[in-house]
């Protein structure tokens, strides 16, 4: 299963959980999961430039809902408009409605990382995907490891497997620098499904963190993905 944001073009690499409920720019998601009885809200643009010369513009809405001190619950919905090298539409649509939920397994031990277990699906069909997620902090760095796996829902169709590291960097509580690589390949390792990395930043005006980043992808993807959005919580 590709993820919840795709196939809008291939923009991210990694499992439907982690793109939905990731801290943007990343893809790569962390352990973390939104406060009880509180919301979170991205709405989120990326431009990239197509294989073969072309164009995408994809918008996109996410809200996420703290259930418990453990558990979230979100949706999500995107619109994708592909152009070729003329300028011509040559595709446009939205997106199925993306579900996910994250449960934290373990957080705040002292000599263990934070771990968390996402899964989500998209409406309509028989795909869905599991995400193991694992985050620990060291001082104003702090690193992800996701471990996916995507399967088609059907018998003995092949699903992918996928796996992400970011690092992130806070600079006086508000600035943050990140990067991340993620990579993809089918389930019996006998195709490489799409790599990519990202570098990007955020940053914190208090009410809403804004971010931006740049993601280069192998030849299986598009040349390149520029992003940009908007993260409120209420």
């Not at 409605?97 to 934290?104: C, V």
């Not at 599991?130 to 088609?152: A, C, E, K, T």
């Not at 963190?209 to 992003?227: M, V």
Request: net charge negative.
């Amino acid at each position: 299963m590709k993820k919840m944001f795709l196939p809008l073009p291939i923009i991210i690499n990694i499992t439907v959980a982690a793109t939905l409920w990731a801290a943007r720019p990343l893809s790569t998601d962390d352990a973390g999961t939104v406060e009880k009885e509180k919301f979170e809200t991205e709405i989120s643009f990326d431009h990239c430039q197509s294989r073969p010369e072309g164009t995408c513009q994809s918008p996109a809405f996410f809200i996420k809902h703290g259930l418990t001190d453990r558990l979230d619950f979100g949706l999500g919905f995107s619109h994708s408009t592909d152009k070729d090298a003329d300028g011509n539409t040559v595709g446009w649509g939205m997106s199925p409605l993306e579900i996910g939920f994250k449960m934290a397994l373990l957080k705040e031990n002292q000599t263990m990382p934070d771990i968390s277990l996402s899964a989500g699906y998209e409406t309509g069909g028989t795909e869905y995907g599991l995400n193991m997620i694992f985050s620990r902090g060291y001082g104003n760095l702090g690193l992800h490891v996701n471990l996916g796996y995507d399967s088609p829902g059907e018998a003995m169709a092949k699903g992918s497997v996928g796996s992400a590291l970011a690092a992130e960097y806070t600079l006086a509580g508000k600035y943050r620098l990140c990067a991340e690589f993620n990579a993809e390949a089918l389930d019996d390792g006998s195709e490489v499904v799409g790599n990519s990395g990202l570098v990007g930043g955020s940053l914190d005006f208090g009410l809403l963190i804004w971010d931006a980043g740049l993601r280069l992808h192998d030849h299986h993807g598009p040349k390149a993905t520029i992003t940009s959005g908007i993260t409120a919580g209420f």
